[in-house]
Each structure stands twice: as structure tokens, then as C-alpha cells.
């Protein structure tokens, strides 16, 4: 729950506390410039996406010289969809592939591939979850991709993964000023 000044967010979504203090209007300017600058901060910085949009392009430049099929999925699949871009307030990118494709993928992000680190399983679903890092100048800070391994094939319909026939063939949708894969379903 993001608080802004005597409101909070989750008031104005379904399924709120019916116990929070009712919303007041207010009516000064000062209030309002004050939850504006609230509910602004609950978005991610503005060079997020910037950078996060570079390293998706070079992720897609990387796989589709390769050869390598990947495509969005998640909150990214869904920004592509309705917002050709990043939903306005995703702060990551996130990519499926097969697998079995995974080798390959390393061998064609070099050392961002080589970063990869494995996170585990996706709530119980059998399917591999981990990120590829791109490191700040200063070594220090990161920004990462979220990677989707799918191990089964053809691919099985999972409750949040789409299945072989709902994936391909690809196509090539619009994300801000490039394109990238999709599922053909999508």
C-alpha cells in the first residue's frame, strides 16, 4: 500500500479495506501537487525503461542473429499488447525461451549471457527462472532481464505459460521503437 498523505492507493482498487479511513477530497492545490508527486514516486524512475528498452534491443539483436526464438512474456507481453511498450509501471523485462535453446542464447549474449543466474522454479510450475545481468559502469548496479526456461516439448499449457500451439509460429510486434518476439496467439 503506497500512502499519499492521508490515502492510500489500495483505496482505490476493488477489493479494498473497508476499515481505511473513507478518501476526503481536497480542494487546495498543494495536496493535490502532493499526491501527484506520491503517486509518481510508486512508478519506476524514467531511465528505467530507457535502459531496460536498450537491453531488450540487444537481447533481440543477439537471439534473432543467432537464430535463437525467444519471446515476451509476462507483464512485457502484456505492455506490448496494449501499450506497444512497457506497461507504465513494469520495472523488468521478461523473456521466455526453450531451454534447450538456452546454449545457444549464452553463447550469443557473450557475457551477459555468461551472467545468468538461476533463481529457481516458477511457483511450482516446473518452469526454470532466472536473470541476465547487465553491470553499471561501476560495477556496483545492476539491471537485470528476467528469463523463462520452458524444458518440455512440445510446450505444455501451464496456468501462467502459453503452450506450443498458442507460441508459434513467432511473430514481430512493436515495443516502443523496436520490435520484438511474441507469441503468435498474442
Known amino acids: 500500500v503506497l500512502a499519499a498523505g492521508s490515502w492510500s492507493v489500495a483505496m ?7 476499515s481505511a479511513e473513507p478518501f476526503a477530497p481536497r480542494s487546495d492545490m498543494t495536496a493535490h501537487a502532493s499526491l501527484a508527486q506520491d503517486l509518481r514516486s510508486a512508478l519506476p524512475a524514467e531511465d528505467l525503461q530507457e535502459r531496460l528498452l536498450a537491453m531488450l534491443q540487444l537481447v533481440d539483436e543477439c537471439l534473432v542473429n543467432a537464430g535463437v526464438p525467444y519471446w515476451v512474456t509476462g507483464g512485457s507481453l502484456l505492455g506490448a499488447m496494449r501499450h506497444k511498450g512497457f506497461i507504465p509501471h513494469d520495472d523488468d523485462v521478461d523473456l521466455e525461451l526453450n531451454a534447450s535453446d538456452w546454449p545457444r542464447a549464452q553463447e550469443a549474449l557473450g557475457a551477459v549471457g555468461r551472467s545468468f ?7 511450482n510450475s516446473g518452469v526454470q527462472q532466472g536473470r541476465i545481468f547487465f553491470w553499471g559502469a561501476d560495477r556496483r548496479f545492476t539491471t537485470s532481464i528476467d528469463i523463462f526456461l520452458r524444458s518440455d516439448t512440445p510446450l505444455q499449457a501451464l496456468d501462467e505459460f502459453p503452450s506450443e500451439e498458442e507460441v508459434f509460429p513467432l511473430r514481430r510486434v512493436p515495443f516502443h521503437n523496436i520490435t520484438v518476439s511474441a507469441p503468435s496467439s498474442a
Do not use: I, P, Y
Open 12 to 18: 482505490c482498487c476493488s477489493g479494498c479495506d473497508a
Open 117 to 123: 543466474r538461476g533463481m529457481g522454479e516458477w511457483l
